[in-house]
């Protein structure tokens, strides 16, 4: 792998997770930087600390690039995760997680999960205020934490290029996609449910993110 990537990869990790990594020779690929992340004694440490209550996580998407990751990580921390999403992708779940099958696009997308409490929800697949406040109603009783997958493309963007952080205002106005996630941004703040936002910037997973190939 190039250098750049490299780079970028080792960016995205926490310090403990650094730490955990410790020092390796150059991989031929990313796939093995995870590999040696998730068998370290960083996990296994949390999977040691999680052990005493098992966590329960419902992941809605869990098949795309940040949340197929997330919810590997999950399973090894010894969470009890559940994937909700429609099965259509050829991507294959870990060992003990629970599928279950469902269309965000239908009148009632969550009423299989209607007798069920989770403790964290991460929600990777909601684009719109409409989609926001129909979790919200759904949620706001059945989980502990929304954590919400919003866009760093939904701040404001200027030409001057100033670094951007979390004080820059949310109003992109080239972006559609941003403004939709950045007023559900605003709705679930006014909700009365614990919750998370998360923007991420360049996202990926054992493929090269863009920005770091040639061309």
Not at 49 to 63: E, F
Not at 158 to 185: F, M, Q, V, W
Not at 188 to 212: E, G, K
């Amino acid at each position: 792998i190039s250098f750049a990537a490299a780079t970028t990869f080792f960016a995205g990790l926490s310090q403990a997770e650094r730490w955990a990594l410790g020092p390796m020779k150059p991989p031929r690929n990313l796939r093995s930087y995870h590999r040696r992340i998730w068998k370290s004694s960083y996990y296994t440490n949390l999977r040691t600390d999680w052990g005493a209550s098992i966590v329960r996580v419902l992941y809605v998407g869990g098949t795309g690039e940040i949340s197929m990751s997330c919810v590997k990580a999950s399973v090894l921390c010894g969470h009890h995760v559940t994937v909700f999403n429609r099965g259509n992708t050829k991507q294959r779940l870990p060992a003990g997680t629970v599928h279950v099958t469902g269309d965000l696009t239908e009148p009632e997308p969550y009423a299989p999960l209607a007798n069920q409490y989770f403790d964290v929800v991460c929600q990777f697949l909601v684009f719109t205020p409409e989609a926001m406040a129909r979790d919200i109603e759904f949620f706001s009783k059945r989980c502990g934490q929304y954590v919400f997958i919003s866009s760093a493309s939904a701040y404001q963007q200027e030409e001057t290029g100033r670094l951007i952080t979390e004080s820059r205002p949310l109003n992109n106005p080239h972006l559609a996609y941003s403004r939709a996630k950045a007023d559900c941004e605003r709705l679930l703040r006014q909700a009365p449910i614990a919750s998370t936002i998360v923007r991420p910037s360049h996202t990926y997973d054992a493929r090269l993110p863009s920005t770091v190939v040639d061309g």
